[in-house]
């Protein structure tokens, strides 16, 4: 495509993704709205994605950029950064849309000026393409009970935002390794309204794929993860005048970072350091009934 102004620029970084990117770009090519550039970010793929790619520009105009492994976050920065379209929409590798999402999505926008994001509902499916879970988009004008209370911040694949927005808030944080999608969806609650279609736009392939799929030493890649993840959590702590319910939220959120590190540190085999961990997710979540459960679990596996 060559467009001269967009209306949709769609990102679509991809890492090891030579199996699934086509698709997406097909799900891409086939909207309804066909005002669209799209730009996918290599993010240092060893899969043979470049040859993917290469011939996903030949035949269906995509723009795309390489750049050394650097993670989800900067390849969508190199994205956005390349985007010239009103919008900004945003596509994993392994994800794709139905053929109305972006009509739909800007129907929506139009009919409410003063939204800035607009997200969906979405599918969970598995390599088959059975529906394992629909997932309900949830609106709501708290971001921090969003982001955590019984649900996720809106999916990156449903995310169609205004380009002027992410102007207006910065880039993605490199450093949140995994938190970055909440970090991204919080900020732009703090500075626009958010608007949801109520029904599957998008499907999400559930499968160990992407950046999981690089070598790694597991014990560095999981501590990078809990280390981002605090990063992010003491940021909201910093945040001034949380509300009762952000309070509640963020405790209930630090709980479930401090179970997967005793989870972890109990899996290989450091019941004491485990235990540590689930004291402080019951000192942040003391009525949540896991943390005393598993916290009791270090001392049984002691005696053995």
Known sequence: ????????????????????VAKAVESVHAQSVKDVEILVVDDGSTDGTQAVLDQLQRTHGVTWFQQDHGGPARSRNRGIDAARGTWVALLDCDDV?????????????????????????????DEQGLVLEHVRGHVNAEP??????????????????RRDILKKIGALNPALYGSE???????LYDVTGFACVDRPL?????????????????????????SS?????QGLE????????????????????????????ERFGRPAEARGYY??????????LRGYTRWLRTFLKVRR
Request: proline share 5%; hydrophobic share 45%.
């Open 1 to 20: 495509m060559s467009l001269d102004t967009p209306l949709v620029s769609v990102v679509i970084p991809v890492f090891n993704g030579a199996p699934f």
């Open 97 to 125: 849309w139905l053929p109305d999402k972006l009509e739909a999505q800007l129907d929506l926008a139009r009919a409410q000026p003063h939204v800035g994001v607009v997200h969906s509902d979405f599918e969970v499916v």
């Open 144 to 161: 921090l009970v969003t982001a955590f209370v019984g649900g996720h911040t809106a999916l990156p694949s449903t995310l169609l935002i």
């Open 181 to 187: 999608d909440a970090d991204l969806s919080i900020r």
């Open 202 to 226: 998008v499907k999400k392939l559930q499968r160990g794929h992407g950046y999981r799929d690089m070598a790694f030493d597991e014990s560095t890649h999981r501590d990078k993860v809990f």
């Open 229 to 233: 993840r605090e990063r992010f959590l």
């Open 238 to 265: 910093n945040r001034s005048n949380l509300t009762g319910d952000q309070r509640r939220a963020l405790d209930y959120e630090w709980a479930n970072c401090l179970l997967m590190r005793g989870w972890a540190a």
């Open 279 to 288: 004291a402080r997710a019951i000192r942040k979540a003391p009525f949540r």
